[in-house]
């Protein structure tokens, strides 16, 4: 079969590694993809007019699934679901793992996501939607006089990340609203906010497939659970990233914890999305906040997590392709998810002024002999293979989170060691990387 992976990250290259490795995939085509999609084994890299969520981009992709036969579809990023490429394949009569653009609003819309969340019971933190900036500055401003707690502003729409704001005072909650909603510094992602309150806790991911159509029963199948490290330093400190390495399986987060997800989160989820007629067949992520055993929704990802899939994929001990069968064909319930034993450490590399602004254009040099005797896996993130023939041949920086490593071992702390021998066998100018993924705090 031939395989379409769209997007152009680290997620999709984990994603076509993993696709890879069936004996039913011929042909793998990742678009746009990276440098390190362009050389995997069975993948090669398609170039499109337009972004993969304009109109001209998602027609392109269509047109080429249909002409070149592609058995399926994964989507790695949300802004071509929001923008409703599930809608436009099915149409075509094409099959791609997604959910459709009403379904995709879980993450589109942070407040229909915590109007769904509270309209079903799903255990979040307790919040208020403004669509009035002058209501949601007096909101906060009651807030500040109640109680020192932090405030948590999170615009509406997607916003790249930079939609979350935790306020610890009235003056950084007001400026963050004006910016928001007056000035729209996110464009119209920030014209609504919802206004929540401030969770402790240790935040874990757990990614799941769904096989849900309108009118039947639906399945949500959870993944190990998986947990990012947002910050951009050791120990937690730092602005906020896209992510600086991800662990798979999480050693805290207990069977009680996963029992709790099940009861109050899970369950509640997809009896919501079962009566609002949702269809979605596809990958859905919960981002939680845990404490002790109790789990609560800080938010719904209608997609794989980045980097979360790159430490998950090497633990994948089943046929990605067979999986995404069973989502299609609504036979979810009787697919059993294999894991392997052990742990999987996955650092990530980036340039050093990110999340700042930062500089492109570096030469990557990697040591293949040291990096293979670690067993490692590598997935480009944000680097290319340079076209100019002047240029020394290899892959040349593109982006700010650079590339990661995926270290499997049969203990954490192993793979911690593995990971970062790994990356001691790549260089590039400006180079940085946290060394305490899977080791610092869990919150961090
Ligand atoms: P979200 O996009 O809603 O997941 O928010 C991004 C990040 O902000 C999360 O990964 C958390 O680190 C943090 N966050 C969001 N909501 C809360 C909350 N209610 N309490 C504490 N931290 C939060
Ligand atoms: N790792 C967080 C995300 O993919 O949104």
Redesign the pocket.
Known sequence: MKLLVIGSGGREHALAWKLAQSARVKRIYVAPGNGGTGSESKCENLRIPGTIESVQGQEALCAFARQQGIALTLVGPEAPLTAGIVDRFRAAGLAIIGPDKNAARLEGS?VFSKAFMEKYGVRT?Q?RSFSDYTQALDYAAEHFQKTAR?L?I?ADGLAG?K??I?ATHYAEAALSLASFMQEASLGAAGKAVVL?????GH?VSVLAAVSLVPGKPGTILPFIAAR?H?RRFEGGQGP?TGGMGAIAPVPDFSQAAAENFRRCILEPSLRGMEQEGMDYRGFLFF?L?VRDTLC?L??Y?VRLGDPETQALVPLMDFDLTRLCDAILTGRLRDFSLCWKTGAVCAPLAVAGAYPGAYQTGYPIRLDKERFSQTGALLFIAGAEKKEDPEAEPGLYTTGGRVLGVSAWASDPEEAWERAYRAMGAISFEGMAFRTDIGRGPA?S
């Open positions: 942070k933190a919040s932090p948590v999170k990340g939609g979350v935790i929540e309150a401030f969770l402790e935040e990012d947002k906020n981002g906040m609560s800080l938010e990802n919150h």
